[in-house]
């Protein structure tokens, strides 16, 4: 009997360790993306000069977050609204991240994004949507008013 009851206790170990290191693989990859996300985000906002309702960058960011396969749950956008940012939409279709303009100093502004690290736990992801652990944010160079 005591034999049964260390490997019972071996394999609970064994699998604990197994999901602490499938989580962190997860996570680091679904960092990755938010974080290949915002890049492009950022790129496309300051190559149309912070014009957010420019079709054509909603659709290339679109397209990007696609290929990425970049996903985020509505719960992480909520949040994000309610903190002031607005969340970019193509078609009626969530892109999955947010942004705030900041007010214009010397005739220039900048862009202000969030993106989010998805878990694809919906236990995770409702508990944690409106704690900023996992949001990423990042902010464009200055842009000019003209």
Same mark, same amino acid.
């Given at each position: 009997?005591?034999?049964?009851?260390?490997?019972?206790?071996?394999?609970?170990?064994?699998? #604990?360790?197994?999901?602490? /290191?499938?989580?962190?693989?997860?996570?680091? #990859?679904?960092?990755? !993306?938010? +974080?290949?996300? !915002?890049?492009? &985000?950022?790129?496309? %906002?300051?190559?149309?000069?912070?014009?957010?309702?420019?079709?054509? *960058?909603?659709?290339?960011? $679109?397209?990007?977050?696609?290929? /990425?396969?970049? &996903?985020?749950?509505?719960?992480?956008?909520?949040?994000?609204?309610?903190?002031?940012?607005?969340?970019? $939409?193509?078609?009626?279709?969530?892109?999955?991240?947010? +942004?705030? !303009?900041?007010?214009?100093?010397?005739?220039?502004?900048?862009?202000?994004?969030?993106?989010? /690290?998805? %878990?694809?736990?919906? %236990?995770?992801? $409702?508990? #944690?949507?409106?704690? !900023?652990?996992?949001? *990423?944010?990042?902010?464009?160079?200055?842009?000019?008013?003209?």
């Amino acid at each position: 009997m005591r034999d049964a009851l260390a490997s019972y206790f071996n394999l609970t170990l064994l699998f #604990f360790f197994i999901l602490l /290191v499938s989580g962190f693989v997860a996570l680091s #990859f679904n960092y990755t !993306k938010a +974080y290949r996300v !915002k890049n492009n &985000v950022l790129t496309q %906002i300051e190559k149309y000069e912070g014009h957010m309702d420019n079709q054509e *960058m909603l659709g290339k960011t $679109r397209d990007y977050v696609k290929s /990425v396969g970049y &996903v985020v749950p509505d719960s992480g956008t909520i949040a994000a609204e309610k903190e002031g940012y607005t969340c970019a $939409r193509y078609n009626g279709e969530s892109l999955g991240w947010c +942004y705030k !303009k900041n007010a214009p100093v010397n005739e220039k502004f900048t862009v202000d994004i969030v993106v989010f /690290v998805n %878990i694809n736990i919906p %236990i995770i992801n $409702r508990v #944690f949507a409106s704690f !900023k652990f996992f949001w *990423m944010t990042g902010g464009t160079n200055a842009i000019s008013i003209f």
